[in-house]
């Protein structure tokens, strides 16, 4: 019953650096989604892909790439990676766009 | 713009008292509105949701109303448990885009024996 799976769970980065943050879902959920969650900022939405095959902005891409590599998986790459990126990244699914979302346990990103 | 405003935390309370979390939105159109659990080290899970005006949604004990005049979606419980320390996110759908969700800023509870 894995649901939402990201790998890793924990990770530190020197400035300028590289990463890619892996998502699977095990639903055969159509959309997916990466959000970072900061104190008191709530989630925000980074990238999401709506269908396997879309993938679209969200409201702070900036510094980060997607890929919809299948209709499991939805990854998320820092080319090079910025102390402002320190974060939490949850990975979300849902049926279909705007139904319910689903999310990971977090990956826990820092930065330095 | 839509956005959703939750009361600070952290709450603090004893086991068995009563919890209320205010949740007050602004949207264009009609959303759907959703109250979302996380537990410490993992992800946010569904609580409750409600899709219309006068709807309440209600699980595990915790019950939300959906109040379009007031704009409003609190979140209660009448008697809470040390289980149920968390961070609560009110959260909107918003209806005129792909279904995009707009979460508060979360509000954390903690409950103490």
């Known amino acids: 019953n894995a649901g939402v799976t990201q790998t890793p769970k924990f990770q530190v980065l020197k400035t300028g650096q590289s990463m890619t943050l892996q998502c699977a879902q095990d639903?055969?959920?159509?959309?997916m989604y990466w959000y970072r969650q900061d104190p008191g900022m709530g989630l925000r939405l980074i990238y999401y892909?709506?269908?396997?095959?879309?993938?679209d902005k969200g409201e702070v891409p900036n510094g980060y790439n997607v890929s919809r590599l299948n209709k499991r998986e939805f990854s998320l790459r820092l080319e090079s990676a910025a102390p402002s990126q320190t974060s939490v990244y949850f990975c979300?699914?849902?049926?279909?766009?705007?139904?319910?979302?689903?999310f990971g346990d977090g990956t826990r990103l820092s930065i330095l | 713009g839509n956005s959703v405003t939750q009361m600070e935390g952290p709450v603090t309370l004893s086991e068995e008292a009563f919890l209320t979390i205010n949740c007050t939105y602004t949207?264009?159109?009609?959303?759907?509105l959703f109250w979302y659990v996380q537990y410490p080290g993992e992800g946010l899970q569904l609580l409750l949701k409600?899709?219309?005006?006068?709807d309440k949604g209600s699980n595990k004990g915790f019950e939300a109303t959906y109040r379009k005049e007031t704009t409003s979606f609190h979140l209660e419980k009448g008697s809470v448990q040390v289980s149920d320390s968390a961070v609560y996110f009110c959260?909107?759908?918003?209806?005129?885009?792909?279904?995009?969700?707009?979460f508060g800023a979360g509000t954390q509870v903690v409950v103490t024996p």
């Open positions: 979300a699914s849902s049926e279909a766009a705007g139904q319910p979302q689903h």
């Open positions: 639903m055969n959920h159509n959309s």
């Open positions: 892909s709506a269908s396997e095959g879309t993938t």
């Open positions: 949207a264009t159109g009609y959303p759907s």
């Open positions: 409600a899709t219309k005006a006068d």
């Open positions: 959260a909107l759908r918003i209806t005129d885009s792909w279904g995009k969700f707009q």
